[in-house]
C-alpha cells in the first residue's frame, strides 16, 4: 500500500526534481527576496498605524508601548513616552 502510493504521487524518483528544479529554485529566491523587501514596509506600516491609534485616543498608552517594543520609563508616563517615540519617528517636534 505505502510503495504504490510514492509510486502514484512519484515522490522517490529522482526525474520531477530534474524537471522542476529551476522552477522551485526561483520561486524560493523570489519567495526570500518578497520577504526582504516587505519587512521594512511592515514596520513602517506598524508604527504609523499605532501612532495614528494613539493619537486619536483608539489604545492606551501601554498598549502603544508594547506594540512599538519600547519599555517603560519612571520620569515618563506611558502615552507621552509613546508620543514622542511617534514625533520623533515621523520628524516633528
Not at 48 to 69: M, P
Request: aromatic share 16%.
Amino acid at each position: 500500500m505505502g510503495l504504490n502510493l510514492k509510486k502514484k504521487l512519484n515522490l522517490n524518483s529522482y526525474q520531477w526534481w530534474r524537471n522542476h528544479r529551476r522552477f522551485v529554485t526561483l520561486a524560493a529566491f523570489l519567495a526570500i527576496f518578497a520577504f526582504y523587501v516587505r519587512s521594512p514596509s511592515a514596520n513602517d506600516f506598524n508604527v504609523r498605524d499605532t501612532c495614528g491609534k494613539l493619537n486619536s485616543f483608539q489604545i492606551t498608552g501601554e498598549k502603544a508601548l508594547k506594540k512599538l517594543k519600547l519599555s517603560k520609563l519612571s520620569k515618563y508616563d506611558s502615552r507621552s513616552l509613546a508620543n514622542y517615540y511617534c514625533e520623533g519617528y515621523f520628524g516633528l517636534e
